[in-house]
């Protein structure tokens, strides 16, 4: 029995499997892209790792989605709000450095991360983030809540 479990960036997380319990961590990515220019004509960029190990045989297949923006609601693009202000900045995570394969729920044009999680054998999942470039927004500082789920 597959059941998903929600958390922002990180949590330890059980599901039942049969008569035996699954046991999945996930170990959050710490994701910051740092100061912003709006005249640079280069995008910001940040990176994490999110890590998964799992304890259970068999080994579970695990899938890995990121949720939609909670200011834009969607995922192309996702937004963050400038905090105490209406400025928005648009953005995304992806699954690869070149920023083609957006990281989602498989919807809409996104993709998902699955693989097979060996008993205490981790799997690292490289998260990259990207700030559209030349966006012309107050200072101060941005935030939005995104999702990441584990399902296995």
């Known amino acids: 029995m597959n059941r998903a479990f929600r958390a922002i960036f990180g949590a330890a997380l059980l599901a039942q499997a049969g008569l035996a319990w699954a046991a999945c961590v996930m170990s959050p990515p710490a994701l910051s892209f740092g100061l912003y220019d709006g005249l640079s004509t280069t995008p910001a960029t940040t990176s994490g790792v999110a890590t ?3 304890d259970s045989m068999p ?9 939609p923006s909670a200011v834009s609601g969607g995922f192309i693009p996702r937004r963050m709000r400038h ?15 070149g920023g083609t394969s957006v990281f ?3 919807t809409g044009g ?6 097979r999680v060996q008993k205490s054998k981790p799997w690292s999942v490289t998260i990259y983030g990207r700030i559209v470039p030349l ?16 399902d296995f």
């Open 59 to 67: 080994p579970p297949i695990v899938n890995l989605t990121l949720g």
């Open 104 to 106: 989602g729920d498989g």
């Open 52 to 54: 998964v190990v799992c």
């Open 135 to 150: 966006q012309d927004v107050s200072a101060g500082s941005y935030s939005d809540t995104l999702t990441l789920t584990i």
């Open 83 to 97: 905090d105490g202000g209406s400025d928005v900045l648009d953005y995304n995570f992806y699954t690869d450095t």
């Open 110 to 115: 996104t993709v998902t991360l699955s693989q």
